[in-house]
């Protein structure tokens, strides 16, 4: 149910940026929910398609993609995809990782439709 | 009409966990060790506490914030052993650090050295946000069965230390310590484990040694010469 949270939040950001950028259409949202992030993507999704309409035009798309979780061994070094919830550094077996990549949402981008030249926005 | 994309590549609750951060540091700094006790609903968070605050009395300084949906029955239970602040969530299946930061001001923000908050009962949503602990329990009673940690991974993940409560009734119900202990620490390899009955008192001492043990350890890199941190 913190999906909706989350989205609240998501939007709220969005809605900064493209302020920030001198406004526009919102037209996709590009987001990355890690394995490990705690968001279940369909009711990610679900709670979007609710409240988006509430922030932009209910056109706005999110393009949700999941990435798998990637840590790193606090010993050897080295990488892995973790599997299954195997916290344990395959190559060296040392319990001590540290994940860098799936434990979080990440906002990735923001299109928008905007009458402003892309010089105009820059200045 | 421009069409273009601006890269953001941002942590969505960055402002949150940055301002989580900022209250560790101020309780830590000042000598509070803040302890995230989260748990399925009815695994006995509320009677550990009771069982602590005995332990503590006239030793050590607790107070706790305790969360639900509603009522405010836990607060009811401990406030003849601690000062205690119910935060009723109104329907919202964990806390979030605002309303933390309300409960400690509606206590008056005391210098205790450990302030517990008990989450509400919840494997899943409350693994997503940090309170400003500086240590993060999960209890799993005997009752619950010994398959939970694989189940609901992010909780087991994020977690400092594992009790295992309800010891009592082992005898009674299909649970293994060992099971539970061998699936928590494929998720999280660096897990302390512990197990305790709160009704009867057993394993308590070990739990608030443990406790104080933390508190040393995690509250360390606060007391240390500027340069060395």
């Not at chain 2, 517990?116 to 919840?122: D, S, W």
Request: glycine share 8%; charged share 20%.
């Amino acid at each position: 149910m913190h999906e909706r949270s989350l989205v609240q939040n998501l939007l709220r950001q969005v809605a900064e940026i493209v302020a920030a950028e001198g406004g526009g259409q919102v037209t996709e949202i590009h987001v990355q929910a890690g394995d490990l992030s705690g968001v279940e993507p369909l009711l990610f999704q679900t709670a979007f398609d609710d409240m988006v309409s509430a922030v932009f035009s209910s056109d706005c798309q999110l393009a949700l993609e999941v990435v798998p979780v990637t840590a790193v061994c606090s010993q050897c070094g080295h990488q892995f995809e973790i599997v299954d919830f195997q916290f344990r550094c395959p190559a060296c077996q040392v319990g001590s990782v540290r994940v860098i990549q799936g434990d979080e949402v990440t906002l990735i981008s923001v299109t928008i439709n905007s009458n402003n030249s892309i010089e105009g926005v820059a200045s | 009409m421009n069409q273009r994309t601006i890269v953001v590549q941002r942590d969505v609750q960055a402002d949150q966990k940055a301002d989580a951060a900022v209250e560790r540091d101020r309780l830590g700094r000042r000598g509070t060790l803040v302890i995230n006790l989260l748990s399925s609903p009815g695994a006995g968070k509320t009677t550990l506490l009771e069982a602590t605050a005995r332990h503590f009395a006239g030793r050590r300084k607790m107070a706790v914030l305790v969360g639900d949906l509603e009522t405010d029955r836990d607060a009811q239970r401990l406030a003849p052993l601690v000062p205690v602040a119910q935060l009723t969530t109104g329907g919202a299946c964990h806390l979030e650090l605002p309303l933390v930061q309300r409960g400690l001001k509606a206590l008056g923000d005391p210098d205790v050295d450990f302030l517990f908050i008990e989450n509400v009962g919840n494997l899943v949503c409350p693994a997503s946000h940090d309170l400003g602990e500086h240590l993060r329990v999960v209890l799993i009673s005997t009752t619950e069965g010994d398959d939970k940690p694989g189940k609901y991974p992010k909780m087991f993940r994020t977690s400092q230390a594992m009790v295992i409560t309800k010891l009592d009734l082992l005898p009674h119900v299909p649970f293994s310590v060992e099971a539970v202990t061998q699936d928590a620490l494929r998720i999280q390899p660096e897990l302390d484990v512990l197990s305790n009955c709160a009704l009867d008192g057993s394993g308590i001492a070990n739990w608030c040694d443990f406790l104080e043990q933390q508190y040393q350890q995690r509250l360390a890199k606060y007391h240390e010469p500027a340069g060395n941190r």
